[in-house]
Structures are given as structure tokens and as C-alpha cells.
């Protein structure tokens, strides 16, 4: 079977993907993060080991907002500057349409393994902010100093780098193959043009059902950041994780979060994805002046 890919992924067909990746990636993730982040910090707090009221409740939910707007351009930048290469490297290899999912599954879990490497220390700031878990006002280039100062590198700044791969990939795995399968399918479906708004209803669909799958992985990967050095080595893996939170709250611990970790990715994918496809329009016009 012919691929049909490249005829409705005219977005995507800039004179230098890496460049309009980078742009495009860091745009939507910047914007997508800021509008959202209340969100994000409710359910960072609803998954907490102190609890929703002891970690601020509806207090500060701007805490941490900072490093989440100073990370999120690069992250998703990098992210889909390393997705788009891979996936315009690997498509050539796929003879069929059949073989495109794995492409992007390969592809996605490349991004999300180098995206870690900025956005594991963003999230260990952002979420110890959001916990309250220092007092005062300590800033985020405070709090990553003193975990680094007391922790080191692998257990200070990249606590929990395992556990983020271990949840950011397969989410990746069920969200790109899904958002591009309905992307491919779109105007045969509903027999209308692909346009940025309808690139946002596939992102939201796709990342909606990615995160409440997903959901207990994010649990554990909370869990982790938020502890301190001896907590942490006391706690284990993430699979011994799980089962004391089971132990300890049933499957409602074990999906804690969920109401808002799927309003938040559904809506974030839907802004993401929309402003994505948007700006590679935009860069694409101002290319063919």
C-alpha cells in the first residue's frame, strides 16, 4: 500500500524541520504549561504522600510556576525538534501504512528520553514548590542548588529520571500513534479539511485516553520527586510504590489525580497540538514569501 502520509501533513513539510520544530515545539509547550499549570498543581497535591489540605490545597496554585516557564520552551522544543528528525529518518523504512505506528512509537520514545533530560530537574523545582514542601519563599534555582548540594546529581536533580522515562514513554506509545492515526484518518472520517482546529480535537482525544492510562505511573513518579534522600531509599522502586499506595488507599490512591490529570492533558493537548500545527502553518507561509 502507498503511505498517504505526506499528502496530509502539509504542515510538517518545511524547507528545514529542524528549525520549525524547535520553534513550533517551543511555543506550544510554553503556552499550553503557563495556561494550565493550576491544574497540574492540583494534581501534583491530590498525589502527594502529606496529602491534598496539608500540601496547600487551593493555596498558591501558582507555586512553581517559574521553572515550568522557563523549562517547558526548551523541553518541548528539543522534544519535537528530535521527534520530526526521527520520524522523517525512520518513515523511509515503512513500506506501508501499516508501519507508520511504529515509527512513531520509536520515534516518540527517542524525543521523550532526551526531553528528560531538561524537564525531570523543571519538575523536581516545580513540584516541591507546588507541595509546599519548603518553607518560606525558597525560589526554584534555591530549591535545585540545595538538592543538589544535599543529594547530588543522580538522586538530587535527577530524582525520579528513571520513573519520568518510565511514565513519559509509554504515554508517548499510546498518545503520537493515536494523535497521528486520527490525524490520518480526519478528513476521511468527517470529510473535511485538516486544519489546526481539528489537529487540536485529535491531540486532546489522543492525550485524554494516554493519561488515564497512565495515571498510576504519574502516581509513583509524584511520589518519588517529592521525597527527601533517606525517604527516598526507604520508598524502592516504582512497582513496590504502587503496591503500598494500594495497601494503603486502594485503586483510588492508585489513580489519584486522575479527574485532573486527564482534564489537564485533554485541554493541554488540545492547546499543544493545536498551537503546534498552527505555528508550522504560520513558518510554512512566511517560508514560501
Not at 182 to 188: D, G, I, V
Amino acid at each position: 500500500m502507498e503511505l498517504e502520509e505526506a499528502t496530509i501533513t502539509a504542515p510538517l513539510a518545511t524547507k528545514n524541520i529542524y528549525w520549525s520544530s524547535l520553534i513550533a515545539g517551543g511555543v506550544a509547550g510554553l503556552v499550553v504549561d503557563v495556561v494550565l499549570f493550576p491544574i497540574d498543581t492540583i494534581k501534583t497535591r491530590l498525589q502527594s504522600e502529606r496529602g491534598f489540605v496539608a500540601s496547600g490545597g487551593f493555596r498558591g496554585v501558582y507555586k512553581g510556576l517559574a521553572p515550568t516557564a522557563a523549562g517547558s520552551a526548551p523541553t518541548s522544543a528539543l522534544f519535537f525538534c528530535t521527534y520530526e528528525t526521527m520520524k522523517s529518518h525512520l518513515r523511509q523504512y515503512a513500506t506501508s501504512n501499516d508501519q507508520l505506528p511504529y515509527v512513531h512509537m520509536v520515534s516518540a520514545a527517542a524525543a521523550e528520553v532526551v526531553a528528560c533530560l531538561i524537564r525531570v530537574p523543571i519538575e523536581i523545582a516545580k513540584q516541591r514548590r507546588q507541595a509546599l514542601l519548603h518553607k518560606g519563599n525558597a525560589s526554584s534555582l534555591e530549591i535545585l542548588y540545595g538538592a543538589l548540594k544535599k543529594e547530588g546529581i543522580r538522586k538530587g536533580l535527577y530524582r525520579g529520571f528513571g520513573t519520568t522515562v518510565m511514565r513519559d514513554v509509554p504515554f508517548s506509545l499510546i498518545q503520537f500513534p493515536l494523535w497521528e492515526y486520527f490525524k490520518l484518518h480526519w478528513t476521511e472520517v468527517t470529510g473535511t479539511a485538516l486544519t489546526p482546529l481539528s489537529v487540536a480535537i485529535c491531540g486532546a482525544i489522543s492525550g485524554g485516553i494516554a493519561a488515564g492510562l497512565t495515571t498510576p505511573l504519574d502516581v509513583a513518579k509524584t511520589r518519588i520527586m517529592l521525597a527527601e534522600q533517606l525517604e527516598s531509599n526507604r520508598m524502592g522502586g516504582m512497582g513496590r510504590i504502587l503496591r503500598n499506595i494500594y495497601r494503603e488507599r486502594g485503586i483510588r490512591g492508585v489513580f489519584a489525580g486522575f479527574v485532573p490529570r486527564v482534564t489537564w492533558i485533554t485541554l493541554g493537548g488540545a492547546i499543544f497540538f493545536g498551537m503546534y500545527d498552527l505555528t508550522l502553518r504560520f513558518l510554512n507561509a512566511a517560508e514560501e514569501r
